[in-house]
Nanobody, 127 residues
Framework: QVRLVESGGGLVQAGGSLRLSCVAS????????LGWFRQTPGKEREGVSC???????????YYADSVKGRFTISRDNAKKMVYLQMNSLKPEDTAVYYC?????????????????WGQGTQVTVSS
């Protein structure tokens, strides 16, 4: 069982930056694939990024096209933390952001592949 708690959301102007953090409690975090998702009212939760979910040379990361080049995911297994650095924020990035964990997820992050979820943190980007 993994418990996840996000923090770092807030209100920022367009073009600004935020760093989301997610702390995990439970067994060895290094065994888990970690992902970030976001959701706006009336829309389905969408995958933003994940780490250790692909075979690429940059830590096995994936980014949705909408955030590629602006967001960076990272993890610190010793601290049981996963981060999402968000730069050049746009109003369309406004959403509740969730971190998630799974032992076996692979590829682009999709909701049904992740077993454990945080409660979410609100990110609001003003124009």
């Amino acid at each position: 069982q993994v418990r996840l708690v996000e923090s770092g959301g807030g209100l920022v102007q367009a073009g600004g930056s935020l760093r989301l953090s997610c702390v995990a409690s439970g067994p060895n975090l290094d065994e888990y694939v970690l992902g970030w998702f976001r959701q706006t009212p009336g829309k389905e939760r969408e995958g933003v990024s994940c780490i250790s979910c692909t075979d690429d040379s940059e830590g096995g990361t994936y980014y949705a096209d909408s955030v590629k080049g602006r967001f960076t995911i990272s993890r610190d297994n010793a601290k049981k933390m996963v981060y999402l650095q968000m730069n050049s924020l746009k109003p369309e990035d406004t959403a509740v952001y969730y971190c998630a964990a799974d032992l076996a997820a692979y590829g682009a992050p999709v909701v049904w592949n992740y077993d454990f979820w945080g409660q979410g943190t609100q990110v609001t980007v003003s124009s």
